[in-house]
């Protein structure tokens, strides 16, 4: 392990991970419309070599080193195995990727990070580790896991999604924010309260759904321990709401990072 002393005053990497259109890209943009009017201006990396069109401009795009309709074509391959290809040969080139992050570092505050729609092209990638790996290694790094809350307010889809923040906090070993997103359409209030209150959650389950009920009671309790883990807040990449309480966070992960590296 390394001393803290050697990244403090570098900038914090924002990785932004989340299910297909959970608002991954459109909460990049809100992030990078807000480090320019309020903060310093970030370094932005896509590493989405299926999207069509960004609503911000990167200074890396995986789209200006792979074409993934011609990896497809190249390879024989569908459009899960496109991606991940390309994922595959961008990442033999990230050492010049960091090469390019380093000489602007001085300069930064924030590496905030757009990852393929699909998410586990990039967390069940040996690509994303090798990724992740790299910007950790050198910057002190954010998960920020993001959730479609109105597509999460069923107690067994809540399970599930949270199951599978788990299951990343784990692989990748970051501080971790859970950030509920679209509470323009749907409040997260339910999720708070399904965090704090287990009762609570357990009688909500209990109403969805009598299947495999013990294996769900136990689940609870594993969640229970996770949720000591993280930090959550509730934003709307679209209005902005939320987004100073989402940086309160992010300052005290990073305080976690350097009492972890
Ligand atoms: P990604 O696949 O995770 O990158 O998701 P996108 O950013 O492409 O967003 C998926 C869809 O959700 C798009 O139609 C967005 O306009 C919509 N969306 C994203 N964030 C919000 C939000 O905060 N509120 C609402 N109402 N819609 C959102
Ligand atoms: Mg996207």
Redesign the pocket.
């Known amino acids: 392990m390394s001393t803290s002393s050697s990244r403090k005053g570098q900038p914090t990497v924002l990785l932004c991970i ?1 299910m ?8 990049m943009q809100r992030l990078n419309a807000h480090l320019h009017s309020k903060k310093r201006p970030p370094y932005v990396i896509n590493l989405d070599p299926a999207v069509l069109k960004l609503p911000f401009t990167p200074n890396i795009d995986i789209r200006d080193t792979v074409n993934y309709k011609e990896v497809m074509k190249q390879y024989n391959l569908g459009p899960n195995g496109g991606i991940l290809t390309s994922l595959n040969l961008f990442t033999t080139k990230f050492d010049q990727v960091l090469d390019f992050v380093n000489k602007r570092a001085p300069t930064l505050d924030h590496i905030i990070v757009d990852t393929p ?1 699909q998410i586990e092209i990039f967390t069940w990638s040996a690509s994303g580790a090798i990724i992740t790996d790299a910007l950790a290694a050198t910057y002190p790094s954010v998960v920020a896991y ?1 959730i479609d809350t109105p597509r999460t307010t069923s107690p067994a889809t809540f399970m599930s999604n949270m199951l599978y923040a788990c299951s990343i906090l784990y692989k990748t070993k970051l501080p971790f924010i859970l950030v509920f ?2 509470t ?2 749907v409040s997260h209030e339910f999720a708070v309260q399904w965090m704090t209150d287990f009762e609570a959650f357990q009688l909500a389950l209990q109403k969805d759904t009598s299947y495999m009920s013990n294996l769900m009671n136990s689940m609870c309790m594993v969640l229970e321990e996770f949720y000591n883990n993280l930090k959550v807040v509730g ?5 902005g709401e939320g987004i100073d309480e989402f940086f309160v966070a992010v300052d005290e992960a990073v305080k976690e990072y350097e009492e972890i590296y």
Do not use: M
Request: aromatic content about 4%; hydrophobic content about 35%.
């Open positions: 989340g297909a259109g959970s608002g991954k890209t459109t909460f729609g993001i997103n679209k323009d359409v934003v709307s990449a679209v209005t």
